[in-house]
């Protein structure tokens, strides 16, 4: 049931039981956004059992060996786009500094402390087991595919929207 050569793919239904030959013809926002759902679920809750959080991580990495440290300001700038609202980076900011992982210096510079760097470490391990689960079975060459796939259907959107 393939289309033929050249043209437009039908677009059906979403159905988690689309066999492989009807894939095609599936939504990529449903697929996309389930993967994106399962995947970040999975890594919060392995995250939440050491009590952390996928913010609190973000900030501990970008803290992590840039050549100046950061301005409380500048993370919370960076990060926003990647939280649940607005607000949230600069009370993760707080939270690590509450915590012991994060220190400010007198030019109000954000640095690790090394609790916070031991955490930083803890947690990268933690993620590269939850990533060895998340691609069991998928070569890094179908992964790469996948991405350039999904990266070139965001530029195709964005190209049209801007038209």
Do not use: F
Not at 92 to 116: F, I, M, N, P, S
Not at 140 to 150: F, G, M, N, R
Request: with cysteine; net charge negative; aromatic share 4%.
């Amino acid at each position: 049931m393939k289309p033929p050569t050249g043209t437009a793919t039908d677009q059906a239904p979403a159905d988690p039981a689309a066999t492989d030959d009807m894939l095609a013809t599936q939504p990529v926002g449903y697929w996309s956004g389930l993967a994106h759902g399962v995947v970040t679920q999975h890594l919060r809750d392995a995250m939440a059992r050491i009590d952390v959080t996928q913010p609190q991580y973000w900030v501990l990495n970008r803290l992590n060996g840039g050549s100046s440290a950061p301005s409380r300001e500048e993370v919370v700038v960076q990060l926003t786009p990647l939280a649940d609202g607005p607000h949230e980076m600069g009370r993760v900011v707080d939270q690590l500094v509450h915590r012991g992982w994060l220190r400010c210096d007198a030019g109000h510079r954000l640095h690790l402390t090394e609790a916070g760097e031991a955490a930083r470490v803890r947690l990268r391990e933690l993620v590269t087991e939850v990533r060895a689960v998340v691609h069991e079975g998928i070569s890094d060459e179908e992964y790469v595919a996948a991405l350039k796939v999904l990266r070139r259907m965001v530029a195709n959107v964005e190209g049209a929207g801007s038209s």
